[in-house]
C-alpha cells in the first residue's frame, strides 16, 4: 500500500505506523528479518531515505535491531517491550524467574476465579499444541508454544493491565526460557502442565497459584 503526504516528517510518521502495524499484527514476529530496505521503498511507494528513517526510529524505540550484513531482526513487540529487553537483558536468570514467578502465580489465581469456557477450551488447545511441540522435538517450536500457553493463563486472569504489562515483558521471559533450553528438549524442561490448567477450570486458585509459580524455577533448577 503506498503512502503519500505532503510533508517528509507526516510521511515518516505514516510510514513508522505502517512498520509497527506489521510487528504488533505478528506478521513481523519476534526474531524475523524484515524486508529489506528496497523492498519496503516498493511496498510503500516512499523514498529510500523516509523508509530508512522509519527502520531508525523503530530501531531506537527498541522494536528493531539493525544488524549489518545481515538485516534487520524485530526484537521486540511494543515500544515498551523493546524497553524491557534492553534495561533487562543482562539481568540476573533467577530475579527474571522471580518476577516471572510473582506474575503469573498472581494471573493463575485470578483465572481460576474469572475463567470462561473459551478460556478453558483456549487453555486446552494450546496445552495440546504443547505437548505436540515437545514431540516433535522442535526447541524453536517448544519456547513459542509454552510462552503462548503461559500468556494465554495470564489473558483469562481478565485483567487489562496484569496482561499488557506481561505482555511486554514476554519476550524478555521467553529468551530466558530459550537460553536455558538451546538446542536440547531435556526432561527438567517438559513440566506437566496439565495440571495448572486443571485448577484452573476447577476453580482452585490455591493450586492454580502454586503450579504457576513453581515453573519459573524449574529450569533454573536444572541448569544450576
Known amino acids: 500500500m503506498a503512502l503519500t503526504s505532503p510533508r517528509r516528517s507526516a510521511l515518516s510518521d505514516q510510514v513508522i505506523t505502517e512498520l509497527r502495524n506489521q510487528i504488533t499484527s505478528g506478521e513481523w514476529p519476534v526474531g524475523s528479518r524484515i ?28 522494536l528493531l535491531d539493525i544488524r549489518q550484513g545481515s538485516g534487520t531482526y524485530v526484537v521486540a513487540t511494543s515500544e515498551l517491550a523493546g524497553v524491557m529487553h534492553r534495561r533487562f537483558a543482562d539481568a540476573d536468570a533467577r530475579h527474571i524467574a522471580e518476577v516471572r514467578s ?37 526447541a524453536d517450536l517448544f519456547v ?56 484452573i477450570r476447577a476453580g482452585d486458585t490455591e493450586t492454580a497459584g502454586a503450579e504457576a509459580a513453581s515453573h519459573a524455577f524449574s529450569c533454573l533448577r536444572e541448569t544450576a
Open 102 to 138: 510473582t506474575l503469573e502465580a498472581s494471573a493463575a489465581r485470578l483465572a481460576a476465579e474469572r475463567r470462561t469456557e473459551r478460556d478453558v477450551r483456549q487453555l486446552d488447545t494450546l496445552l495440546a499444541r504443547r505437548e505436540e511441540a515437545w514431540a516433535g522435538g522442535d
Open 35 to 62: 524486508p529489506t530496505e528496497p523492498e519496503l521503498v516498493e511496498q510503500l511507494g516512499v523514498a529510500r531515505n523516509t523508509v530508512r528513517e522509519a527502520v531508525r526510529a523503530l530501531a531506537h524505540n527498541g
Open 144 to 199: 513459542a508454544a509454552d510462552a503462548t500457553l503461559h500468556l494465554a493463563v495470564v489473558s483469562a486472569s481478565h485483567n487489562e493491565v496484569l496482561t499488557a504489562l506481561y505482555a511486554d515483558l514476554s519476550d524478555l521471559l521467553r529468551d530466558g526460557l530459550r537460553a536455558d533450553v538451546g538446542r536440547e528438549l531435556r526432561p527438567a524442561f517438559h513440566l506437566d502442565h496439565s495440571r495448572l490448567v486443571e485448577a
